[in-house]
């Protein structure tokens, strides 16, 4: 008798995005800038926490500004892991734009801020990253943290414009009615990645919603 042979699962990497906690910043165009976490983000770590304590970690990864180590430490403490820091986890550069409001950056240059505005996300900020650039950097990062996490599941603690970014991309391949454009601080967004493939967990509920105000999209 010929046996019949099963095929055999991939190997699904599990990857939890998680926006970093409240800055002083919130509100400007915080990319490459540094401000270490607010007295309320200080006070978000441990709720954060406890959201996490029931998924087993195997790897904790964050952006090399300290808004996002502050916040990976103590879960990274609780699981008894060692945040891995990558700069390949940092938001978009905003360039001369850096630490501004809306109505700081158009009373600068209401030409090209208006500009910016009408073409987003074209055109960067005066001295900032392309876009592009940006989408194919985290790309690169995603792929080489599930390189590493294999069949695990890591915490990733990065940026307000990473976690658009990425859920953007797999939305399209697969739309739903959910709204993240908001992407709240500390939230918590999960993705897996099999078989070379990424997707989004059928019981999680994302979808495109890329604001065309300019000032919905000032990252952090």
Request: proline share 7%; net charge negative; charged share 20%.
């Amino acid at each position: 008798m010929s046996r019949i042979n099963t095929p055999v699962p991939a190997a699904r990497s599990t990857l939890i995005l998680v926006r970093h906690a409240h800055t002083d910043l919130a509100g400007s165009f915080c990319g490459h800038s540094d401000p270490p976490l607010s007295p309320q983000g200080l006070a978000q770590l441990a709720d954060l926490s406890q959201r996490l304590r029931s998924v087993p970690l195997t790897h904790i990864f964050c952006s090399d500004l300290q808004r996002t180590r502050q916040t990976a430490e103590p879960i990274a403490q609780r699981c008894g892991l060692q945040p891995k820091w990558l700069v390949s986890l940092r938001e978009l550069a905003f360039g001369s734009w850096e630490g501004l409001d809306w109505d700081q950056v158009m009373a600068r240059d209401p030409v090209y801020a208006q500009r910016w505005l009408d073409l987003y996300p074209s055109i960067p900020a005066p001295g900032g990253e392309h876009f592009e650039d940006f989408r194919k950097r985290i790309q690169n990062a995603m792929d080489a943290i599930a390189d590493q996490v294999q069949e695990g599941c890591a915490v990733v603690v990065t940026h307000a414009g990473v976690i658009r970014t990425s859920l953007g991309d797999l939305a399209q391949l697969r739309p739903s009615p959910a709204d993240f454009s908001k992407c709240d601080y500390t939230s918590c967004w999960e993705v897996w990645r099999e078989a070379g493939q990424w997707s989004l967990p059928t019981e999680n509920h994302f979808a495109i919603a890329m604001s065309c105000d300019g000032r919905r999209q000032m990252s952090d």
